[in-house]
């Protein structure tokens, strides 16, 4: 290790510890920076990794004098300046009063993104968008055409996903326009060809994903990745950032200090309850959508219970550290820093982390 890998190291340890400690506050002082509003579990895609099993299924929904009234109390009880409100689904254009919800948002001064999978955005659709007040939208792009559209479950869906980015920039209202990609065993070693199409497009950012044992995944366990394609994922985003392309890895997990602040913006920290907070498609209340529903992790409901209230008072299990109570975690040098990982990859029955990524 030379004398600048060393700075570089006492920096990031500097910082991780800096982290650590204001992890510990944000138990006790949560802040509400990112609202999910889970509008519909209805798709008309059925992706083999959707951690809420989205497709052609019955959707209970909140209405939209629900979500009014809601909005108004997030408004009154917060300050939504410093709020981003995360509209997604399923796919949350198939809600008949998708303008209404959030144009009524729009009126109460929300700043709101929406995650997408785009086939259904056309000019007009893209217009209205824009007059809704959207910022920035996510759309999931899976691989090459033939990938995608397998992973996608619906024939076409590349095409029309692809054309609907294209019409997002092409309107040239939003302030981001980005593409995430899951990635997995097999659909890995077509980054290259995809970075090859998405570079040529004015997108915002690439955001690299890993598949996830949840929801669907949990069937599809061939597909994991492998500490080999972990290694070989994090080095890719590495090297495009360092060459100044606008790639990075989600937020998923502590990806040990080597490639931490080096494949994303910041260092890791699960947001699960201190952060985010999400209201699901039948006024449950949770914390990330990723992490799996169960009564242990169902804060409550807005139609019966104070959603400040909760959000201040409730979240109990998402506010410590996975690390205290993993016996896998213990005398780990990373769990000061890991907490544990991210908390929609933890096993609950077991009491264990799905996903480790120590040793990278």
């Known amino acids: 290790m030379n004398r600048q890998d060393d700075n570089r190291y006492q920096l990031k340890y500097q910082h991780l ?6 992890r510990k506050t944000l138990y006790e002082r949560p802040q509400l920076k990112r609202l999910f509003l889970e509008l519909t579990l209805k798709c008309n895609e059925y992706c083999f990794h959707c951690g809420s099993r989205c497709g052609d299924v019955k959707s209970e929904e909140l209405t939209l ?13 917060f300050d939504i300046e410093d709020m981003q409100l995360c509209i997604t689904g399923g796919e949350p254009l198939l809600r008949k009063d998708f303008f209404e919800i959030l144009g009524y948002a729009k009126s109460l001064g929300f700043n709101w993104g929406m995650t997408s999978n785009a086939t259904l955005i056309d000019e007009k659709v893209a217009d209205k968008l824009a007059e809704a007040g959207m910022g920035t939208i996510s759309v999931s792009i899976d691989g090459l055409r033939d990938t995608h559209d397998k992973l996608r479950g619906l024939k076409g869906a590349y095409d029309m996903g692809m054309r609907g980015v294209q019409t997002l920039i092409d309107n040239g209202k939003f302030n981001h326009v980005q593409i995430t990609t899951i990635v997995n065993h097999e659909n890995i070693n077509e980054l290259p060809e995809l970075f090859e199409i998405v570079e040529k497009m004015d997108i915002g950012s690439w955001r690299l994903g890993t598949l996830e044992p949840i929801g669907r995944a949990l069937d599809h366990t061939e597909l994991m990745l492998t500490f080999d394609d972990y290694r070989h994922l994090f080095n890719y985003i ?5 060459q100044g392309y606008p790639v990075e890895y989600g937020c998923t997990h502590f990806v040990g200090v080597d490639f931490e602040r080096e494949i994303r913006g910041w260092y890791f920290i699960c947001s699960a309850g201190t952060y985010v907070a999400s209201v699901m498609a039948n006024g449950d209340i949770g914390a990330c959508l990723d992490v799996e529903r169960r009564p242990e992790t169902v804060m409550g409901n807005i139609l019966k219970d104070d959603f400040t209230e909760v959000w201040y008072n409730r979240f109990k299990i998402f506010r410590q550290d996975i690390s205290d109570i993993d016996s896998k975690c213990k005398g780990c040098e990373n769990a000061k820093y890991c907490a544990g990982g991210g908390f929609h990859s933890f096993d609950i029955d077991n009491m264990s982390q799905r996903v480790c990524l120590r040793g990278l």
């Not at 510890?17 to 204001?22: F, I, L, N, S």
């Open 17 to 22: 510890d800096q982290m650590a400690v204001h």
């Open 65 to 77: 004098e629900q979500y009014k009234d809601f909005l108004d109390k997030i408004k009154g009880d």
């Open 238 to 242: 590495r090297d495009k950032r360092r």
